[in-house]
Structures are given as C-alpha cells and as structure tokens.
C-alpha cells in the first residue's frame, strides 16, 4: 500500500451525518468536486470506506 490517493468530493455535506461531515473534512474535503491526495495507508483508506457513497477515488 505504498503511493497517494486522489480523492474527490462527488456529493455535498449539507444535511448529513456529523460523523460523516467530521471524516469529510478530516479528509480535507471542504467543497464539492474538491481533490486531495492523501497517503495511501490503512487509516485513510478506513475513512474514505465510511464515506465511499460520496467520494470517488484514484490511485496513483
């Protein structure tokens, strides 16, 4: 699990679940259609699996 994660805000964060806004935002994600990248580590990928309805992600 080496390498970086792009991840990308698909769906908006108004009207959802505090856990979901907090791992959201963890994430860097403020705005929709935001990318980040983020290590591609078991943490990380344990939070984009609790919001992966709202986020599509890239490896590489």
Not at 34 to 58: C, F, L, S, W, Y
């Amino acid at each position: 699990m080496a390498g970086t994660l792009k991840i990308t805000l698909k769906r908006g964060l108004a009207g959802r679940n505090k856990q979901v806004v907090a791992t959201c935002k963890s994430l860097g994600l403020t705005k929709l259609n935001k990318t980040v990248e983020r290590p591609d580590n078991p943490a990380v990928r344990g939070m984009i699996a609790r919001v992966a309805h709202m986020v599509e992600v890239q490896e590489g």
